[in-house]
């Protein structure tokens, strides 16, 4: 069946370093991806997508590139912020089961001044 | 403004007593669903609707009602809630239910079951 594993948390890093959370997939043809964020007290809202292989989708200095030849669309980001503590979500639709967004585990986010 | 509003956003509730918690989108959405989450456990879809009459039971439907009687509404009813059902909820929409449509969701409803 299709499913999205994603890394565990909780991640830690200190205010400007590199961020990079890892997923990858596994979908019956070519699934759409989606990374969400949830912040504290809040609902998911999508951050970023991407629909076909080598698409790269980025929002707010988030990044992740569709890789089909290895089913990952792991999220990167050059310098985090402390606004950026939240949990994240990676997420796929594939075009078979009904097109279901399965989501992976989530990875929380922690960023210290 | 868009978006999915929730009531309420939260409830503590006594085992056996019926409760409907509301969800409304105003984007005209033809999708909507309800997920709930727990710890270590994600995301789970309850219930999910492809339009206005048209409902279906998703991964974690047991002891949860649906009804879509408008295309705004959703309500999610627990005609005998239980402890197991106390978790944080979320109602969500989306354009329809085409793989590349993403989800739009509301502020969440934590229910406690004693």
């Known amino acids: 069946g299709n499913s999205v594993t994603q890394m565990e948390g909780p991640v830690t890093l200190s205010e400007e370093a590199f961020l990079t959370i890892n997923c990858t997939y596994t979908a019956t043809g070519y699934p759409s991806l989606f990374w969400y964020v949830q912040y504290p007290g809040e609902g998911l809202q999508l951050l970023l997508k991407a629909t076909k292989a080598d698409d790269k989708g980025s929002n707010k200095g988030f990044e992740a590139t569709y890789r089909k030849e290895t089913t990952s669309f792991h999220l990167e980001k050059g310098s985090v912020q402390v606004s950026d503590s939240a949990v994240y979500f990676c997420?796929?639709?594939?075009?078979?089961?009904?097109?279901?967004?399965?989501f992976g585990a989530g990875t929380r986010l922690f960023v210290k001044a | 403004e868009a978006q999915v509003t929730q009531n309420p956003r939260y409830l503590i509730t006594v085992t056996g007593k019926k409760l409907t918690v509301t969800c409304s989108q105003n984007m005209n959405h033809e999708y909507m669903s309800w997920y709930r989450q727990d710890p270590g456990l994600g995301l789970r879809q309850i219930y999910y609707?492809?339009?206005?009459?048209?409902?279906d039971k998703g991964d974690v439907p047991e002891g949860y009602k649906v009804s879509r009687k408008e295309k705004r509404n959703f309500p999610l009813i627990l005609e005998s809630p239980s402890p197991n059902q106390t978790s944080l909820y979320f109602c969500?929409?989306?354009?329809?239910?085409?793989?590349?449509?993403?989800?739009?969701f509301g502020p969440g409803t934590r229910l406690t079951v004693t």
């Open positions: 609707s492809m339009n206005v009459e048209v409902t």
């Open positions: 997420a796929l639709i594939a075009p078979t089961g009904g097109f279901k967004t399965i």
């Open positions: 969500a929409s989306s354009l329809g239910a085409g793989y590349a449509y993403e989800q739009y």
